[in-house]
């Protein structure tokens, strides 16, 4: 099962603007780029044409990981709007 | 004096530990708000997970009466997975006096949230607290994405990213060593099979702990907790071990799911939901500031969580109800400065909270430097031998036994074996001691 079908299964109401703004210049000098595999909801993916980081924000599972794994500490992540985000009806 | 959206106890964060705290001060008759970013209750929470029944009494006493509880967990698995193969320990204790139960967050943590409101707690959900309002060095308020509301005390319960504790100050960055990151899945699978495969009853439990498996040699575990009719699997993996090794949990997840082991208690499953969280596994030398000038942390906010045992919530249950004692004391003597909150960690200091971080506050430090052997090669090697035990090729027993222990010197550079055992020596001595 693909992680996209997996992430079908979470209630999520996403918001029109993201709460996961990474640095567009730190992101083109960091080498790890660990955000594009550590995330559970494989949110980030590396544009090599554009040099830019593709945010799937609507995906998120608001788990944090990407934050401690920016090796620039240059993700400003901020949880989404109250209404808004993962609904986990199990959890 | 401020008396507009004024109270006496704010809590931020309706999990065990918010709600815990907020059930108490409103049981000794006091006002507090309990302030929950998600549309219920347990909707932003994730955990293996089993609730522990004792530390859940000190706080709902009847909660086995009307709790949303899956099945009371009387077997205790530990399996030892290698590449293809694994050897299993099973403890089974049918006794009537309950340890842990299976529950779901979503539903256990909003039934939580609904007694504490039976009791005089007041709910403010879908709301995220965007700040703390500080006046003269003193927490005396939270701001909101509306509006700013104030309180004598404001207790932080947001969770293993407490973004609030870092922005007072009380904590430092997380480090990718201190946290796990934490993938899951709920199967739905019938009861029937669930009981046969698991050797259940009805309403009995079973929780597997996981080592080696797709995480040989890396410092996670895996997990599989028995729902009434669904099964819960996952794992958890520093964050470091991820970043080091280049690898997405999930996939992990997914080869622990296909071990020749697993995959048959699972099979022809069907998935309900996936999740993911992070685990503070950073243990008694990672703890922030526990309390500053009107304000205390609890729960998973103060990386209260003992993984060696899977607690994490009756911790986050009790540092909740001890800040409430605490929080009390203050709005009796009407000093909310760290002069009375101190008080909050005195008690974490004489209770288990502590005292077990205390006990294991080497463990991280070793695990992280020994992983590789600890958790890949000594498990490997532990199939080996059962291998050659079960064996039956005509080669004397002797003559295996004797292979056995030079493979252990071959394959293994003497100084390291060494080290490994000066680390365990080190570590039962740091817990013992």
Same mark, same amino acid.
């Given at each position: 099962m693909s992680i996209d079908e997996k992430l079908f299964t979470v209630k999520s109401v996403p918001d029109n603007v993201s709460h996961l703004n990474p640095d567009e210049n730190e992101c083109r000098c960091c080498e790890s780029k660990a955000c594009t595999f550590v995330c559970p909801a494989n949110v980030y993916e590396w544009d090599e044409e554009n040099q830019k980081l593709i945010v799937n924000y609507e995906n998120c599972l608001e788990c944090g990981a990407c934050r401690i794994a920016c090796e620039r500490q240059s993700l400003d992540w901020e949880y989404p709007k109250g209404t808004k985000g993962v609904k986990f009806k199990l959890g | 004096m401020r008396t507009e959206n004024k109270t006496e106890v704010i809590v931020v964060g309706g999990g065990p530990a918010g709600i815990a705290c907020a059930v108490t001060i409103a049981r000794a008759g006091r006002e507090v708000i309990?302030?929950? =970013?998600?549309? *219920?209750?347990?909707?932003?929470?994730?955990?293996?997970?089993?609730?522990?029944?004792?530390?859940? =009494?000190?706080? *709902?006493?009847? *909660?086995?009466? $009307?709790?949303?509880?899956?099945?009371?967990?009387?077997?205790?698995?530990?399996?030892?997975?290698? !590449?293809?193969?694994?050897?299993? +320990? $099973?403890?089974?204790?049918?006794?009537?006096?309950?340890?842990?139960?299976?529950?779901? =967050?979503?539903?256990?943590?909003?039934? %939580?949230?609904?007694?504490? !409101?039976?009791?005089?707690?007041? /709910? +403010?959900?879908?709301?995220?607290?965007?700040?703390?309002?500080?006046?003269?060095?003193?927490?005396?308020?939270?701001?909101?994405?509306?509006?700013?509301?104030?309180?004598?005390?404001?207790?932080?319960? &947001?969770?293993?990213?407490?973004?609030?504790?870092?922005? +007072?100050? /009380? =904590?430092?960055?997380?480090?990718?060593? &201190?946290?796990?990151?934490?993938?899951?899945?709920?199967?739905?699978?019938?009861?029937?099979?669930?009981?046969?495969? #698991?050797?259940?009853?009805? &309403?009995?439990?079973?929780?597997?702990?996981? *080592?080696?498996?797709? %995480?040989?040699? %890396?410092?996670?575990?895996? #997990?599989?907790?028995?729902?009434? &009719?669904?099964?819960?699997?996952?794992?958890?993996?520093?964050?470091?071990?991820?970043? !080091?090794n280049k690898v997405k949990p999930y996939e992990l997840l997914d080869k622990i799911k296909a071990h020749p082991s697993i995959a048959p208690l699972i099979k022809d499953g069907e998935l309900l939901e996936y999740s993911a969280h992070l685990i503070p596994e950073g243990g008694y030398n990672c703890l922030p500031e526990l309390f500053a000038d009107g304000v205390m942390i609890v729960g998973d906010a103060a990386m209260l969580v003992n993984n060696l045992h899977w607690e994490g919530t009756n911790l986050a249950m009790m540092s909740g109800k001890y800040a409430a004692e605490t929080a009390l004391q203050a709005l009796v003597e009407e000093d909310y400065t760290s002069e009375i909150l101190c008080r909050y960690q005195q008690r974490l200091e004489q209770s288990f909270v502590l005292k077990d971080l205390k006990t294991y506050k080497d463990l991280m430090d070793v695990m992280h430097s020994r992983c590789a052997s600890f958790l890949g090669y000594f498990p490997q090697k532990i199939n080996e031998f059962f291998k050659m035990f079960t064996s039956v090729d005509s080669v004397p027993k002797k003559e295996k036994y004797r292979n056995f222990l030079k493979s252990v010197f071959k394959d293994r550079n003497p100084l390291e074996l060494i080290k490994d055992g000066g680390n365990l020596l080190k570590l039962l001595w740091s817990i013992l001691k």
């Amino acid at each position: 099962m693909s992680i996209d079908e997996k992430l079908f299964t979470v209630k999520s109401v996403p918001d029109n603007v993201s709460h996961l703004n990474p640095d567009e210049n730190e992101c083109r000098c960091c080498e790890s780029k660990a955000c594009t595999f550590v995330c559970p909801a494989n949110v980030y993916e590396w544009d090599e044409e554009n040099q830019k980081l593709i945010v799937n924000y609507e995906n998120c599972l608001e788990c944090g990981a990407c934050r401690i794994a920016c090796e620039r500490q240059s993700l400003d992540w901020e949880y989404p709007k109250g209404t808004k985000g993962v609904k986990f009806k199990l959890g | 004096m401020r008396t507009e959206n004024k109270t006496e106890v704010i809590v931020v964060g309706g999990g065990p530990a918010g709600i815990a705290c907020a059930v108490t001060i409103a049981r000794a008759g006091r006002e507090v708000i309990l302030i929950e =970013r998600g549309n *219920f209750a347990g909707s932003k929470n994730v955990f293996g997970g089993a609730i522990y029944a004792q530390p859940t =009494r000190e706080i *709902f006493p009847d *909660f086995e009466k $009307t709790a949303p509880l899956e099945r009371k967990n009387i077997i205790h698995k530990y399996a030892l997975l290698g !590449e293809e193969d694994s050897t299993e +320990v $099973t403890y089974r204790n049918n006794d009537e006096n309950a340890v842990s139960y299976s529950v779901f =967050r979503g539903k256990f943590d909003r039934w %939580m949230a609904d007694e504490a !409101e039976k009791e005089g707690v007041i /709910l +403010v959900t879908e709301t995220v607290v965007e700040d703390l309002i500080v006046d003269d060095g003193q927490v005396v308020g939270v701001k909101t994405e509306l509006e700013d509301y104030y309180a004598n005390i404001v207790v932080l319960a &947001d969770g293993v990213n407490s973004l609030l504790a870092r922005k +007072v100050g /009380l =904590r430092e960055n997380i480090s990718p060593y &201190d946290v796990a990151v934490s993938v899951k899945e709920v199967i739905k699978l019938d009861k029937d099979k669930i009981n046969d495969r #698991f050797h259940l009853n009805d &309403d009995e439990g079973c929780v597997y702990q996981l *080592f080696g498996g797709s %995480m040989l040699g %890396m410092l996670g575990l895996g #997990f599989i907790y028995t729902n009434k &009719d669904s099964v819960s699997i996952g794992l958890g993996v520093t964050l470091n071990e991820l970043v !080091e090794n280049k690898v997405k949990p999930y996939e992990l997840l997914d080869k622990i799911k296909a071990h020749p082991s697993i995959a048959p208690l699972i099979k022809d499953g069907e998935l309900l939901e996936y999740s993911a969280h992070l685990i503070p596994e950073g243990g008694y030398n990672c703890l922030p500031e526990l309390f500053a000038d009107g304000v205390m942390i609890v729960g998973d906010a103060a990386m209260l969580v003992n993984n060696l045992h899977w607690e994490g919530t009756n911790l986050a249950m009790m540092s909740g109800k001890y800040a409430a004692e605490t929080a009390l004391q203050a709005l009796v003597e009407e000093d909310y400065t760290s002069e009375i909150l101190c008080r909050y960690q005195q008690r974490l200091e004489q209770s288990f909270v502590l005292k077990d971080l205390k006990t294991y506050k080497d463990l991280m430090d070793v695990m992280h430097s020994r992983c590789a052997s600890f958790l890949g090669y000594f498990p490997q090697k532990i199939n080996e031998f059962f291998k050659m035990f079960t064996s039956v090729d005509s080669v004397p027993k002797k003559e295996k036994y004797r292979n056995f222990l030079k493979s252990v010197f071959k394959d293994r550079n003497p100084l390291e074996l060494i080290k490994d055992g000066g680390n365990l020596l080190k570590l039962l001595w740091s817990i013992l001691k």
